[in-house]
């Protein structure tokens, strides 16, 4: 499975990327997935529905079925985050999985910065950040930067990298 990370600080760009890169993929012919990882509880059921009384009556998973698409929740009661790679196994195969998050697993990554937040880029303590897409110019020595907008350009590195 073909992976490639986008990774920064908050308010860095990095959804907004992913967005663009996911569109610009398809049009290009690939199937492409995401996985995003949060840190923050989320719930993506409503209350009142018979999935949140499943769950709140002790299932461990609930999967939900129409003619438009499938989810399957999972509860981590005990457990922990799950592991990327869990994740990953769980995935159908496709040509490419964007992943949000997740910034010290092994997986090459862009780096979303935007200088308006005054944050410093993390690249410098993280190899496996392979190029910047920055709004300032920003520069890691021996990497390439990318300007956060130019989409195709970025989408260019990462087809090429992973001989898409």
């Known amino acids: 499975m073909n992976l490639w990370g986008i990774t920064g600080r908050n308010n860095s760009g990095k959804t907004r990327l992913i967005d663009r890169l996911v569109t610009e993929f398809a049009s290009r012919g690939l199937v492409v997935s995401t996985v995003k990882q949060v840190h923050h509880a989320f719930d993506v059921d409503r209350s009142g529905t018979d999935s949140i009384r499943h769950r709140q009556a002790g299932a461990s998973e609930v999967f939900l079925s129409s003619r438009k698409r499938w989810a399957l ?7 922990g985050e799950a592991a990327l790679g869990d994740l ?4 159908s195969p496709v040509d490419l999985v964007l992943i949000e998050g997740f910034e010290r697993e092994d997986h090459p990554k862009i780096e979303a910065h935007r200088g ?6 993390t690249a410098h303590d993280n ?12 520069q ?22 992973l001989n898409l």
Do not use: Y
Request: charged share 25%.
């Open 116 to 121: 308006e937040t005054g944050q410093p880029l």
């Open 140 to 161: 890691v020595s021996g990497r390439p930067t990318f300007d956060l907008n130019d989409t195709a350009a970025i989408a260019d590195f990462i087809q090429r990298d």
């Open 73 to 79: 929740m999972h509860e981590n009661r005990s457990e």
């Open 88 to 91: 990953l196994a769980k995935l």
């Open 127 to 138: 190899n496996t950040i392979k190029a910047i897409a920055s709004d300032s110019g920003a």
